[in-house]
């Protein structure tokens, strides 16, 4: 708990006494679960930054393996779709995807054919589109067999250590919102705060987890298997890098967290909950597919749509058991409209 002592001493006094009597669950999630994951983000993506400096030929094993510690990070927090993750689109600086327009590889073509200057400083680059940004413009730099190789190397290494820079520099923002006040607003509602009550903190944190379930469903799962007549293996999630298939299960294991750290002392809606993520993970866990690319094969799809049906199986139990518990539901989330 020294963490969220230190948020609650940091704020005016008045808020002292709110943190006093904050939420305990709230303040569990915060410590436990929001800021080390934010923590984790900000460190292994400035590790990315450092990796890029000193090698970034797209085919290194050091940048690639500090590309995807920096991924698993942000994939671990992906979820938490709101106040600093939001703010002036870090959460879509970070991840533009699904991209079913292909403005990824248009746009990193283009900066690479005209050499564009705009790498030159991270000012600069932040202006670029967020299409060219973040994990899944590095993913086409380093494992893409056309935008890997593309253009001038040493305009392609430029490219690469300014999309890694500004990784870190995003990361690292998020985190000192959340360490600045952002977690102090969320432990203290008051009356004039962004959060007007307990009940608000806890469905913003409610509605995090199911977004997340949704999420992995409907797109992460979704996109691959569209249709039994039209399957789409290639708009499965990072598929160049094989990591589509690392997604599900690493969101799986941080929203587990979340919905048991929300279930609080439920005895028995904690046992059906982690019973429900673990049967999830072992289906899962059995596919031997790290792409899905077998949704075009018939045994193989049925197998990944039992995974699709089951992580649903879990928004069933938060939604209607859950969300009733805490007295709160999902509400509009921050997917909706995109």
């Not at 600093?84 to 403005?103: H, I, K, M, Q, Y």
């Not at 995974?307 to 509009?332: C, H």
Request: with cysteine; proline share 5%.
């Amino acid at each position: 708990m020294r963490r969220i002592l230190l948020i609650a001493f940091a704020v005016a006094a008045p808020c002292i006494t709110a943190a006093q009597a904050a939420d305990p669950v709230v303040a569990k999630i915060i410590d436990t679960h929001i800021l080390p994951r934010f923590e984790t983000l900000a460190q292994s993506s400035g590790q990315l930054a450092d990796a890029a400096a000193t090698d970034c030929t797209p085919k290194s094993e050091t940048l690639r393996a500090a590309y995807g510690r920096a991924f698993d990070a942000w994939v671990a927090v992906s979820h938490l779709r709101f106040g600093p993750t939001e703010t002036n689109d870090r959460a879509f600086a970070l991840a533009f995807w699904p991209d079913s327009r292909g403005v990824t590889p248009r746009t990193l073509a283009s900066l690479i054919t005209d050499q564009d200057p705009v790498i030159a400083t991270p000012q600069e680059f932040s202006q670029v589109s967020i299409a060219g940004r973040g994990f899944y413009a590095m993913e086409f730099l380093l494992y893409d067999d056309t935008i890997s190789t593309a253009g001038d190397a040493a305009y392609h290494c430029a490219l690469v250590q300014a999309v890694a820079t500004d990784i870190a520099a995003t990361s690292a923002e998020i985190l000192a919102d959340w360490q600045g006040d952002y977690a102090a607003r969320l432990l203290n509602p008051s009356p004039n705060g962004t959060y007007r009550s307990q009940e608000e903190t806890v469905q913003e944190l409610f509605k995090a987890l199911t977004t997340g379930l949704e999420f992995t469903s409907d797109t992460r799962l979704g996109r691959p298997l569209g249709s039994f007549d039209k399957p789409r293996p290639t708009r499965a999630e990072v598929w160049r890098s094989g990591r589509s298939v690392r997604h599900v299960k690493i969101s799986l294991e941080s929203l587990e967290n979340l919905m048991l750290l929300l279930v609080g002392d439920n005895a028995d809606l904690a046992a059906r909950s982690k019973h429900a993520f673990e049967t999830t993970l072992s289906k899962l866990g059995i596919l031997n597919d790290p792409v899905f690319a077998g949704v075009t094969d018939p045994q193989t799809r049925l197998k990944i749509e039992v995974v699709q049906q089951s992580v649903d199986a879990i928004r069933d139990i938060a939604r209607q058991e859950l969300g009733p518990e805490l007295g709160v539901a999902a509400g509009f989330n921050a997917l909706d409209g995109d």
